[in-house]
């Protein structure tokens, strides 16, 4: 069966430092993975997505990348976090389009 | 922006009563909708799909209906139970490689 991980669970960075979350998943090839952001009590904003190893599609400008080194590694980062970037991160994959994604646990970052 | 909107931020029902929460979508070309459910400090969970040559699909104890003539989706929990409070997002895919988002009903169900 197909799993995804997210990590870490929750992270606090001061402003100014770099940031890297991780995702990987599992049981699956070729996945469409993508990277969302929730603030609080809010809905889901789609920040990157991506297709296939490389090709990275970002929906928002902003202060942050992604990258898909490995076909079921999906990375977001900054290299200097705002206060703005606090939030909810979660990951998800989906095999095709027209079909729903599955999402990680996601993580908790706030910049203080 | 998000095309998936949301009639009702918050729903309160009593436990045992049937919920109904509702779901806009602006887009005509939408052919397949997804509920998911999410638990605080959690990801969402799939909760059903329909596509859009139907317009009634049923699960265990949820049904969701979609009516494409007023670009309507809602989803119905039969018998709603305490741990059936969360945040529940409806989304569309219009036929590329995204789900729009609503931006959530809060459900809260009262002992």
């Known amino acids: 069966s197909q799993t995804i991980h997210q990590w870490p669970a929750t992270l606090v960075q001061p402003v100014g430092s770099p940031l890297s979350l991780e995702c990987t998943v599992e049981g699956t090839s070729n996945p469409n993975l993508y990277w969302y952001r929730q603030a609080a009590g809010r809905g889901l904003q789609l920040l990157f997505y991506?297709?296939?190893?490389?090709?990275i599609s970002s929906e928002v400008p902003q202060n942050l990348s992604a990258s898909r080194p490995q076909d079921r590694q999906f990375i977001l980062s900054s290299k200097k976090l705002l206060l703005s970037d606090s939030g909810f991160y979660l990951c998800?994959?989906?095999?095709?389009?027209?079909?729903?994604?599955?999402f990680g646990s996601g993580t908790r970052l706030t910049v203080v | 922006g998000e095309s998936v909107g949301l009639h009702l931020p918050t729903l309160s029902v009593q436990e045992g009563d049937n919920s109904i929460i509702n779901c806009a979508y602006s887009n005509s070309a939408s052919d397949y909708f997804i509920w998911y459910k999410q638990e605080s400090g959690k990801g969402p969970q799939f909760i059903i799909d329909i596509r859009s040559n139907m317009d009634k699909r049923q699960g265990q104890r949820v049904t969701v209906l979609l009516n494409k003539t007023v670009k309507h989706l809602s989803l119905q929990i039969a018998a709603t139970q305490p741990g059936d409070s969360a945040v529940y997002f409806c989304?569309?895919?219009?036929?590329?490689?995204?789900?729009?988002f609503g931006a959530g009903t809060t459900v809260t169900v009262r002992a």
């Open positions: 989304a569309e895919n219009i036929n590329d490689y995204k789900l729009s």
């Open positions: 991506s297709v296939g190893i490389g090709q």
């Open positions: 998800a994959w989906s095999v095709n389009t027209g079909y729903g994604y599955t």
